[in-house]
């Protein structure tokens, strides 16, 4: 073999190794934000709106696939597009769905007369917010609307939810909050 033919095949051999490595990056690319957009997104958990469920830093994975088979159903914490602050998502638990009724009475929550048992609340009591958000028109006993549901922090003492901007659109919820990731201390399945 002669050092023409030799210095050929090398080249050759470097050709498709770099091609081997920028396909397999863009396959590793597709494959990211595929997962990204239509099986799970990773939050950070900026605020206490839901202690002692998720705390301020925790990281959690928000679900999608659930939400393709069935619409959201009371307990599932849910991510949303924050109704009053584009671009920032919020993480809630759903309270009630459409055409249920939610009141709030002596510091609890009924839906449809009933009162739930809400553990995870942790004894804090349910109160209307003094004020709401402009664009909301919330009052007790409120019918969550068709195509919606009502969505309230766990904490509930320092949560700005369904009570100040009234319900969520479902089309706006970008999925089920499944697991605590972050910090390995807090590592769950949320519920």
């Given at each position: 073999?002669?050092?023409?033919?030799?210095?050929?095949?090398?080249?050759?051999?470097?050709?498709g190794t770099i091609l081997s490595l920028v396909i397999m990056v863009a396959v590793v690319a597709l494959l990211t934000?595929?997962?990204?957009?239509?099986?799970?997104?990773?939050?950070?958990?900026?605020?206490?709106?839901?202690?002692?469920?998720?705390?301020?830093?925790?990281?959690?994975?928000?679900?999608?696939?659930?939400?393709?088979?069935?619409?959201?159903?009371?307990?599932?914490?849910?991510?949303?597009?924050?109704?009053?602050?584009?671009?920032?998502?919020?993480?809630?638990?759903?309270?009630?769905?459409?055409?249920?009724?939610?009141?709030?009475?002596?510091?609890?929550?009924?839906?449809?007369?009933?009162?739930?048992?809400?553990?995870?609340?942790?004894?804090?009591?349910?109160?209307?917010?003094?004020?709401?958000?402009?664009?909301?028109?919330?009052?007790?006993?409120?019918?969550?609307?068709?195509?919606?549901?009502?969505?309230?922090?766990?904490?509930?003492t320092a949560s700005q939810d369904s009570r100040y901007f009234g319900a969520v659109k479902t089309s706006s919820i970008?999925?089920?909050?499944?697991?605590?990731?972050?910090?390995?201390?807090?590592?769950?399945?949320?519920?």
């Amino acid at each position: 073999m002669d050092s023409g033919q030799h210095a050929t095949e090398q080249r050759s051999s470097m050709a498709g190794t770099i091609l081997s490595l920028v396909i397999m990056v863009a396959v590793v690319a597709l494959l990211t934000v595929g997962l990204r957009m239509f099986i799970f997104v990773p939050y950070e958990i900026p605020s206490g709106s839901m202690e002692e469920t998720i705390m301020p830093g925790n990281m959690v994975f928000s679900e999608k696939v659930s939400y393709y088979m069935h619409p959201p159903k009371r307990g599932d914490i849910v991510t949303f597009a924050d109704p009053e602050v584009v671009g920032r998502t919020l993480i809630k638990r759903v309270i009630a769905t459409e055409g249920q009724t939610v009141d709030l009475i002596d510091g609890h929550v009924y839906v449809d007369g009933v009162q739930l048992d809400e553990p995870y609340v942790n004894g804090k009591e349910s109160y209307p917010l003094s004020r709401t958000s402009p664009n909301a028109d919330v009052t007790f006993p409120y019918t969550v609307p068709e195509g919606c549901v009502w969505v309230m922090g766990d904490n509930r003492t320092a949560s700005q939810d369904s009570r100040y901007f009234g319900a969520v659109k479902t089309s706006s919820i970008t999925g089920r909050a499944a697991i605590v990731y972050w910090p390995v201390t807090d590592i769950g399945v949320l519920s």
